[in-house]
């Protein structure tokens, strides 16, 4: 004789189908099953981890005395400043290290005391992390 089965009572009924839902489709019903970030934040940490960043190059004396000719020239021997690209290092906020960015524009002041340089566009930087300048002639 055959041994009873626990769900043999219920094994062969038909499929309830319930009259107050919808059929849910079955895109959605996938979507139940499918995988979770279970770590919140994980794939942000290893993208900002894998993000390469530059170490700050020392300028040697001839560089120094070189921007510093360039620095008073835009500030104080032209009747007008002219357009210029700056060089400059840009620290990273969350590593060490940083970018050198280079952007064109005019000088609209410079703040000696705190060594920032303001442009036209809005653009501020200190002066200590210029790396090179290059006036614009026209």
Known sequence: ??????????????????????RM??????AQFAPFAALTGYDAAIR????????????????????DRRLRLLFGEMPAPPEAAFTYFRPDE???????????????????????????DGTVFPADDLTWIEICRR
């Open 94 to 120: 969350k590593k060490s290290g940083g970018a050198y960015v280079t952007v064109t524009g005019r000088v609209k002041k410079y703040e000696p005391q705190t060594r920032r340089i303001f442009l036209e």
């Open 25 to 30: 489709p079955l895109s959605d019903r996938a």
């Open 48 to 67: 900002e981890t894998a993000r390469q960043t530059q170490e700050r190059a020392e300028l040697n004396e001839d560089e120094k005395e070189l921007l």
């Open 1 to 22: 004789m055959m041994e009873r089965l626990k769900y043999d009572d219920i094994l062969y009924l038909p499929h309830h189908v319930s009259e107050r839902h919808p």
